[in-house]
């Protein structure tokens, strides 16, 4: 399968996730120019990390009006896989592919360090193969990550099994202290209501090897390379 | 025609660095000072003689950019 990663002035996580689909999964990667109208083919799209437009207004904010968000607003809406990490997941919030906003870290704090993360659902192209329950130690590196949205809005992702991943302890518990940025009911990642569109601030393209101190990742992308081959 | 953009948190959404600067300033002795609220400020030009023109189009450039509803209320000034 192919994937596309769509870079935008300021993406700096693009080549992480090229290396991780290509170098180690196998599988075809190619990068898209914001500019560009076209996905080169791809079966999914990566919205990676980085500072897009230099977070200028808001995080995402600048970045949701370039050319190529309409392509993947329509890559979307047909059923595409489409997974945001990072400035990914908050240009997708911002786009209105996904709903809630995310804010400052709650102590303000730029956040780089590993975390564990619980696999809530696993019907979204993205977690088909791991577990319900699952933890991942995933790495974060974010400063406005802290997920917020309002309650009737939480209401409704809660009870159509939207929320796909919760900041959690080791063992895969809830408690305040394992939620490093003060997101709402700990939530980490999220899919559309459709469940092919799914953002997450942890960086899985980041844990796929054992030399970067976790291969949880790898189950994230090999997920969307499952779903496609079905 | 010179408009302003005010734009906050909603009451709802918690500022954590409205709440520094807060401690910062009781640290300093300013025990009267309760709360603080940080938010943007724009100045924005509009070529057009209509105040109301520009209120409607700054607000509907406040809705489309400058602000997330999700998180954040505004308000406009124009010079009348």
Redesign the interface.
């Known amino acids: 399968m192919k994937f596309a990663i769509i870079e935008f002035p300021g993406s700096n996580c693009d080549h992480d996730a090229y290396h991780a689909a290509k170098h180690v999964l196998g599988q075809q990667a190619a990068f898209v120019w914001h500019k560009d109208t076209g996905l080169a083919g791809a079966d999914a799209v990566v919205l990676p990390g980085g500072f897009s437009y230099g977070d200028y ?2 995080t995402g ?1 600048i970045a949701r009006f370039s050319p190529v968000m309409e392509t993947v607003r329509q890559f979307a809406a047909e059923g595409g896989p489409v997974i945001g990490i990072c400035n990914g997941f908050q240009v997708l ?2 786009a209105g592919l996904l ?3 995310l ?6 704090k730029f956040l780089c360090q590993h975390v564990h993360v619980r696999v809530e659902q696993t019907d979204t192209p993205f977690t088909g193969g791991a577990q319900v329950g699952q933890v991942l130690s995933l790495p974060i590196a974010h400063g406005e990550g802290s997920y ?3 309650a009737e809005t939480l209401a409704s992702l809660e009870a159509n099994r939207q929320v796909i991943f919760r900041y959690c302890s080791q063992d895969g518990a809830m408690q305040d202290a394992a939620n490093p940025n ?1 997101s709402l009911a700990a939530v980490a990642g999220i899919c559309n209501p459709e469940r092919n569109v799914v953002g997450l601030m942890p960086h899985p393209e980041r844990a796929c090897e054992s030399a970067l101190g976790s291969e949880d990742g790898r189950v994230v992308l090999e997920s969307v390379v499952a779903a496609v081959a079905a | 025609m010179k408009t302003r953009v005010f734009v906050s ?1 909603k009451a709802s ?2 500022d ?2 409205g709440r ?1 600067i807060v401690e910062a300033l009781q640290s300093m002795g300013y025990g009267s000072v309760s709360d603080v609220r940080q938010g943007k400020y724009f100045e924005v030009d509009v070529d057009t003689g209509s105040a109301d023109e520009a209120r409607a189009l700054v607000s509907e450039v406040a809705d489309k ?2 602000a ?1 509803p ?2 954040e209320s505004y308000r406009v000034e124009v010079d009348e």
Request: net charge positive.
């Open positions: 207004l808001r904010a919030l911002e709903e809630g906003a804010l400052r870290n709650r102590r303000l917020h949205t309002t003060g | 948190l959404v918690f954590p660095q520094t950019l400058l997330n999700v998180i």
